[in-house]
């Protein structure tokens, strides 16, 4: 009988447990997870590159949605528990549902620490903790333009970069009289400041906030001091607090935290506490790197395996504030006892302090090169005696083989730390490496972990590839295995599929030995986007290995509700469309009705089990906008109503919506038609472009409006639009066949080189080939809300829509 686990938290902490526990223990939990967030498991660190606009929330996804699937845990996201029934062995839902554990988990995690001043319940005061508070931060920073940042250290730092990216005027308002005083001396923290101060960020240092101004919404900061600032949004960054309130209501043993043993073991026999909620030896973390150590051991207990207690952490923090690369560990402050070796080097912004306490490393503090952070760390935390060392040879290694970076890892001790944040060495790199032939980054993160977390030491797992797989690397670094379950490339894999004449996604898993049975959610969409690209003229498309959103033919919401956008070819619509679109929204009492930025409408808010008899009543196509395909064509009026447009946009934008609607493509694809070079309809940053000129259009390739953003590349010039449909079918095609599953036109077109885009689609042969190809392939597509509508069996399975008979 598989014991019943429950785990209250589904973050970071708490869900490495449970991957640790995986590896040792596969079959012995019936596990369930709550977690009162609506997302799965993300990267708690990265919510900062989300903010400042260089990552999306599916970016800093850990496990997705099909992974918690794919392990048979059952995740309740989005609810919370609110009770704990200790005698019953039992949690209680905000729902009211009751799950029966005979372990039980608390990883609750910590949330911001707000001010207690008058006015921290205005509008527009807010954490920065989670997905959420990012999203009220991006939301705000549209209509408000002055923000204040209480709190000067790196959660405020970030947060303050992230408003700078969004627009916003920033105040960072901090008590202390230098920033991040509790991981930087005096110099290095003058140093960022200045550094920051150049970003565009303004600092009042030591000042203490008395009262937050304004009525239902914050207008602004008064300080005990009697001064006062302007702000629209204030972010509290002051802190975190472990959210221990439910097993305080529940007996367990509180103090700052969630006090344990060196087991993870509260005071109650068979509940855990692992993470930001729980208390070690008087110690709360709040990094990373000692909340997995904690998960390995607790994943141990419960599998009942001898290991070795967790006796706590020291922690060196690894940081990159706003571009400033920074590490600290252990002391930084001098006393009578200690001496130091400081290195500043203004020029260059660089500065270096080593703290020395009786012969041993005692702390550290590098600003603007960090790259000998891991060494001189492991110095400190294994006490190395360095009283025969030099000063020059504490602060730089002796590449031992010829310097650079194969010296510097050469020079690297096999239990040198790697990743701080998995704990993960060299040598255990190097070993899976050579056990497991990895040839990539990510193939290295997938079998030990390492990078998966902040990602900072990367570079360094590049190193080590290289200085492992010697002479090999140049060939193999380039080649991007599709996931961790495979060490073969997409080359590799479309090429087996064409020579082994493979059909499904099991049969090449099975065929090309794949380590897991079952694939992951990285590679089945993969699989079977390239089995439908090879086999184009009859692949019966697996809809299972389909990432979520396409499997449901609806983009899945925060709340776990569903979009629907229907299509509207070229963004033009009828009266009698939008009557139909508006009585659906009534009937079906949708929360939010919004035109997109693709000129469609979307109704948001939908229930799973309405989605199918929402498509009949509508009786229009899918707009797929949801699907890694066509999304839309956005065009401006043109000739026919604008007095500036020389072409028909309208009607060129509709004919190319309606002929590759549907099309399967490696990632989205978007599309834009100007009438003119005014670009109305921003053909210049779109996949495929189209710019009205006299006699004819410009057809630009390889743009990107989102967070990398790109001006697309000028391809050719045709007279007519059959032209240009000839041309983009041709293009499409290319992409298609020579790009990787979820990669974008731009980075593919820079990969591939426009020059040799454009030689390959001069040819007039090649061009008939593709399209041939490309017409091939669209005739196996149909509409897939008819075949929903009309098919009980997916109906039943996909949307839990049963059919009832009458007698």
């Not at 919370?80 to 009751?98: F, H, L, N, T, Y």
């Not at 692949?539 to 709340?559: C, P």
């Not at 948001?604 to 009949?616: A, Q, R, Y």
Request: a negative charge; proline letters at 2%.
């Amino acid at each position: 009988m598989k014991k019943k686990l429950v785990m209250i938290g589904n973050g970071m902490a708490g869900v490495r447990t449970i991957e640790e526990l995986l590896k040792l223990q596969p079959d012995g939990f019936e596990i369930t997870i709550f977690g009162n967030e609506p997302h799965p498991n993300y990267n708690r660190i990265m919510l900062s590159t989300v903010l400042q606009g260089d990552k999306s929330i599916e970016d800093i996804i850990m496990n997705d949605w099909d992974w918690y699937k794919s392990n048979d845990i059952q995740l309740f996201a989005g609810e919370e528990v609110v009770e704990i029934d200790k005698e019953k062995k039992q949690v209680i839902s905000e729902q009211g549902r009751k799950v029966d554990y005979d372990e039980l988990i608390i990883a609750t995690g910590s949330s911001s620490f707000i001010l207690p001043v008058p006015g921290s319940d205005k509008k527009g005061v807010v954490g920065f903790r989670d997905i959420h508070d990012c999203e009220m931060m991006i939301k705000d920073s549209r209509q408000y333009k002055k923000a204040a940042v209480i709190g000067g250290g790196l959660l405020g730092l970030e947060a303050a970069r992230g408003l700078l990216n969004l627009g916003m005027e920033v105040d960072v308002v901090h008590l202390m009289p230098h920033l991040m005083e509790r991981q930087l001396d005096e110099t290095a923290s003058g140093m960022l400041k200045k550094e920051l101060e150049n970003q565009g960020m303004n600092f009042l240092l030591e000042k203490q906030t008395a009262e937050i101004l304004g009525d239902e919404r914050v207008t602004g900061l008064r300080f005990t001091d009697g001064t006062e600032i302007q702000a629209d949004l204030v972010v509290m960054a002051v802190g975190i607090r472990p959210n221990v309130q439910l097993a305080k209501d529940s007996g367990i043993y509180v103090n700052r935290g969630i006090v344990v043993n060196d087991y993870m073991e509260t005071d109650v026999q068979n509940i855990y506490a692992v993470g930001e909620c729980a208390e070690h030896r008087e110690i709360v973390y709040g990094l990373v790197a000692p909340l997995y150590e904690q998960g390995k051991v607790l994943a141990a207990n419960l599998a009942g395996i001898p290991t070795n207690p967790y006796e706590g952490t020291i922690c060196g923090t690894q940081l990159k504030v706003s571009g400033c690369d920074l590490f600290s560990a252990g002391e930084i402050g001098d006393d009578e006892g200690t001496k130091s070796i400081k290195v500043h080097n203004e020029f260059d912004g660089i500065y270096k302090k080593i703290v020395i306490r009786d012969n041993r490393i005692a702390g550290i503090v590098l600003y603007g090169d960090t790259k000998d952070s891991n060494r001189l760390f492991r110095m400190l935390t294994k006490r190395e005696d360095i009283s025969g060392m030099t000063s020059v040879s504490i602060l730089e290694a002796s590449g031992c083989c010829g310097g650079g970076e194969a010296g510097d890892v050469a020079a690297m001790a096999d239990d040198e730390l790697v990743c701080g944040c998995n704990g993960v060495t060299k040598g255990t790199i190097v070993e899976a490496i050579r056990t497991n032939e990895l040839t990539t980054v990510d193939e290295v993160g997938g079998c030990t972990n390492a990078g998966r977390s902040c990602g900072r030491c990367k570079s360094l797992i590049s190193d080590i590839l290289a200085y492992t797989l010697g002479d090999q690397y140049d060939t193999t670094a380039k080649k991007a295995g599709i996931c961790g379950c495979t060490t073969l490339s997409k080359d590799e894999v479309v090429a087996e599929i064409r020579e082994k004449g493979l059909t499904n996604v099991r049969e090449v898993m099975n065929v090309l030995g794949w380590s897991q049975e079952e694939g992951c959610s990285k590679c089945r969409p993969a699989i079977n986007y390239y089995l439908g690209m090879v086999h184009y003229d009859g692949y019966k498309d697996e809809r299972d290995s389909r990432l979520v959103n396409e499997k449901m033919h609806a983009n899945i919401q925060k709340d776990g509700t569903y979009s629907v956008v229907p299509r509207m070819y070229g963004g033009v619509t009828t009266a009698a469309d939008l009557k139909k679109i508006a009585e659906v929204a009534e009937k079906y009492d949708v929360p939010l009705v919004k035109l997109t930025g693709g000129q469609r409408i979307g109704l948001f808010g939908v229930n799973k089990e309405d989605l199918p008899s929402m498509w009949e009543d509508l009786g229009m196509p899918s707009g797929y906008a949801y699907g890694k395909t066509l999304r839309t064509v956005k065009t401006c009026v043109g000739e026919k109503f604008c007095r500036f447009g020389t072409q028909d946009s309208m009607g060129l934008g509709i004919e190319l919506e309606k002929k590759f609607e549907r099309l399967d493509t490696p990632h989205k694809v978007k599309m834009g038609v100007s009438a003119c070079p005014r670009n109305c309809a921003e053909s210049g940053i779109k996949d495929i472009g189209f710019v009205g000129v006299d006699g004819g259009w410009e057809i630009y390739i390889g743009g990107n409006g989102g967070t990398d953003l790109r001006a697309a590349d000028l391809l050719d010039t045709v007279k007519t639009k059959e032209e240009a449909l000839e041309i983009t079918g041709a293009y499409l095609q290319y992409y298609r066949e020579t790009a990787a599953y979820l990669e974008r036109t731009a980075p593919w077109l820079e990969r591939m080189g426009l020059d040799h885009v454009k030689e390959v689609l001069a040819d007039e042969n090649m061009r008939k080939q593709l399209n041939e190809r490309l017409d091939k392939t669209l005739e196996r597509y149909n509409e897939p809300w008819n075949e929903a509508i009309s098919d009980r069996a997916i109906k039943e399975k996909y949307y839990q829509v049963r059919s009832v008979s009458v007698e």
